[in-house]
Each structure stands twice: as structure tokens, then as C-alpha cells.
């Protein structure tokens, strides 16, 4: 899965807020140095400040994946599907994260079906 952009949301989103372009500078350098849990708990900061950024919770539900947390990662990308400002892409992008989620789990028929989802999604 590739990272979205830093600093910007994907899509026709307003620009960020000052503090959460800092948080999410603070995110990319725990992601550098290995700290998933860091990275999580400043998304988690930047949601507070901007809770209705699809990327912001696609960014969070791809730390879940890296740590292995299946579950939260997938109920993660459903908040961002289920923002109406979430663009296509990053829809996209987080039901195949789903699938990906629910593969790890053991749950083929769950993976398969989240990514017939995704590949319905036209950019």
C-alpha cells in the first residue's frame, strides 16, 4: 500500500490546520524510526483537531495494519469510507486495505468481497 502525500489530505479537501500538518510531521518520523504506536497516537491527536480527514483515518487504519491489529484496522478504514468527504480514492484505497485486514484474519470470503469493492470504485 503506498503512503499517502505527508502533509495534504487526498482529494478536494480544505487545506489542514497548522497543528495537524505538525502532527502528521511527527508521524512520518516515528513512522521513520519504527514506532508504529507513536505514529498511531499522533493520528489519533490529528483526528481530534479534523475528524472528518478520510486520509487521516486511512493513514491510522494502515498503522493498525503494520501492527498487526486486524480489526481496528479494518473498523478504521470503514470511518473513512463512511465520510462523506473521503474521495474516491482513498474509498478505494481503504476497502482494499479491508480486504487485506480480513485476509490476515483468515477470512477469504470477507477479503474477497472488500476487494470487488474496491475494484468497483471508479477514479
Known amino acids: 500500500m503506498p503512503p499517502a502525500a505527508p502533509n495534504r489530505p487526498e482529494g478536494p479537501s480544505t487545506a489542514r490546520p497548522p497543528a495537524v500538518v505538525a502532527l502528521l510531521g511527527r508521524v512520518d518520523s516515528a513512522a521513520a524510526t519504527g514506532n508504529p ?17 478520510g486520509d487521516l483515518w486511512l493513514r491510522l487504519a494502515r498503522v493498525r495494519m503494520q501492527q498487526k491489529q486486524w480489526q481496528q484496522a479494518e473498523a478504521v478504514a470503514l470511518k473513512c469510507i463512511s465520510l462523506p468527504e473521503s474521495d474516491a480514492a482513498t474509498k478505494k484505497a481503504a476497502w482494499g486495505l479491508i480486504g487485506s485486514a480480513r485476509e490476515a484474519r483468515g477470512d477469504p470470503t470477507g477479503a474477497a468481497a472488500a476487494r470487488r469493492r474496491a475494484a468497483a470504485i471508479i477514479l
Not at 507513536?38 to 475528524?51: G, H, K, N, T, V
Open 37 to 53: 504506536a507513536q505514529a498511531a497516537a499522533e493520528l489519533e491527536r490529528a483526528l481530534r483537531i479534523s475528524p472528518r480527514d
